[in-house]
């Protein structure tokens, strides 16, 4: 049986190509299959199409250059927690910590009641089509994803390689069979509405009305931050995967872009709900004498990014909850196994994104996540420029580039994501408050409002 390690003591073994995988895996998911027909019918030009993926990546790009300073320069587990709590003190790092756990939670959920309906489609007939039997299976998700991250880090982390670079292949295959085939871009059903002067301030209105869903496409694009700690040589290839990934991802949805809009008009575009099945239903018609073979392809692709995300997320949230039970406000989830996994936090990550699926409610509390997650990146970007006013000294390998301007920008741009959600959802927005309002008593009663642990925190941050 294995023995548990020291509270506070992660397996140093983790390096660039795991950077690139968790990012990818936690940021790549059907999104970029349903969303490009939801844009092309809003703007229905594609040069329009493609600079908001462009925007999406910059901003992305922006967020990356800043957290990479502060995930150089304090590498440890638990990523925008470590980061608040830096900044702004442990009551606030632990409200962070606890909306981006709550943030985890609800993503893991939704990623396995999406999976579980995914298997039900490529099994038709079969029991799988009942609500309580899909229920069941994401449960079931989530317990195959527990008991291998209980086994330990290399397997956990060795399938995080597998299922994003197997998705990755996935992706440029169905692109480059788009690229591949006979253009739609021919006579009337190439065209596209002109963007004239007179209409310029609706079209602009437009673009600003779809960049919080491209936003959303490339959320995830930070996941390595939460695994500096076991990384072989963080100072070095956080910023290379961070500032790398964001440039495939931002790569590949343009490339997924390009291959809609090269066999699909921009009318077929927009009026499609999944670009990517009608896109490979030309690209394979008949093959074997049955269409349904490009659906299922499609569907295939759809489940690998979700068990990809799964993985990707469950390891990160799980770091999240051992970073604040290492402070000593939940003790018990500190403890690691001789594996490398933090097994009780991992535990009851998992069990929380349980219950949101039986809940059957984790739908209502999307919204809430996505203004609770504009909340923590305008946190820690604020961080960044307080970390370095007040501790210039700070050792920092990684300098964010063109600072304060690319951080200033970026955290203006989150101050106008997190201002748009709320206003087009101001029930949520109370609902986000609430949340983290709900993390301060929790926190002093956690610590019986004495401060307890502030000296012991900052020695577990040494580095040795």
Not at 326 to 348: E, K, N, Q, Y
Request: proline share 4%; with cysteine.
């Amino acid at each position: 049986m294995s023995q548990a390690k020291p509270v506070g003591h992660l397996s140093r073994i983790l390096g660039l190509g795991f950077g690139f995988a968790v990012i990818f895996g936690g940021t790549v998911g059907v999104g970029i299959l349903r969303l490009p027909g939801t844009i092309a019918g809003q703007l229905q030009n594609r040069w329009l199409i493609l600079l908001v993926w462009v925007l999406g990546g910059v901003y992305s790009l922006l967020g990356a250059i800043s957290l990479s300073e502060v995930g150089a320069a304090l590498p440890r587990a638990g990523g925008f927690y470590v980061y608040s709590k830096r900044a702004f003190g442990p009551a606030a790092g632990f409200a962070v910590g606890w909306a981006d756990w709550m943030i985890n939670c609800t993503s893991i959920a939704y990623a396995v009641v999406a999976a579980s309906e995914y298997l039900a489609s490529l099994l038709p007939g079969s029991v799988l089509h009942n609500p309580a039997a899909q229920t069941a299976t994401a449960v079931g998700l989530l317990a195959m994803f527990g008991l291998m991250h209980w086994y330990g880090l290399r397997l956990s982390s060795g399938v995080q390689k597998l299922t994003s670079s197997a998705t990755a292949i996935t992706f440029i295959a169905l692109a480059v069979a788009c690229l591949l085939h006979g253009s739609a871009t021919t006579g009337s059903a190439a065209a596209a509405t002109p963007v004239h002067s007179a209409n310029l301030v609706g079209v602009l209105a437009r673009v600003i009305l779809i960049l919080p869903a491209i936003v959303v496409a490339f959320d995830g694009w930070y996941e390595a931050i939460y695994f500096t700690e076991e990384d072989t040589n963080a100072a070095k290839h956080l910023p290379r995967a961070m500032i790398g990934g964001v440039l495939m991802i931002t790569s590949l949805y343009l490339l997924m872009n390009v291959a809609f809009l090269h066999v699909l008009s921009i009318p077929e575009l927009g009026q499609s709900k999944l670009a990517a099945a009608d896109a490979a239903r030309v690209v394979f018609p008949a093959l074997g004498g049955s269409r349904e073979w490009s659906g299922t392809f499609v569907t295939v692709l759809s489940m690998l990014t979700l068990l990809s995300l799964t993985n990707a997320l469950l390891l990160g949230a799980t770091r999240i909850l051992f970073a604040v039970g290492r402070d000593g406000l939940i003790g018990a989830t500190a403890r690691v196994s001789s594996s490398g996994t933090p097994r009780t936090a991992m535990v009851f990550t998992a069990g929380m994104a349980a219950a949101l699926v039986l809940s059957g409610r984790f739908d209502d509390i999307v919204a809430v996540a996505a203004i609770l997650m504009a909340t923590a990146y305008c946190v820690n970007y604020t961080a960044v420029i307080v970390l370095r006013v007040r501790e210039p000294q700070m050792p920092r390998p990684f300098r964010a580039w063109g600072y304060p301007w690319t951080t200033g920008l970026v955290l203006l741009g989150s101050l106008a994501f997190l201002m748009t959600d709320i206003w087009g959802d101001p029930t949520s927005g109370w609902k986000a408050v609430v949340l983290l309002g709900v993390a301060l008593p929790v926190y002093w009663w956690l610590t019986g409002n004495k401060g307890r642990g502030t000296k012991d925190e900052e020695k577990l941050y040494e580095t040795k």
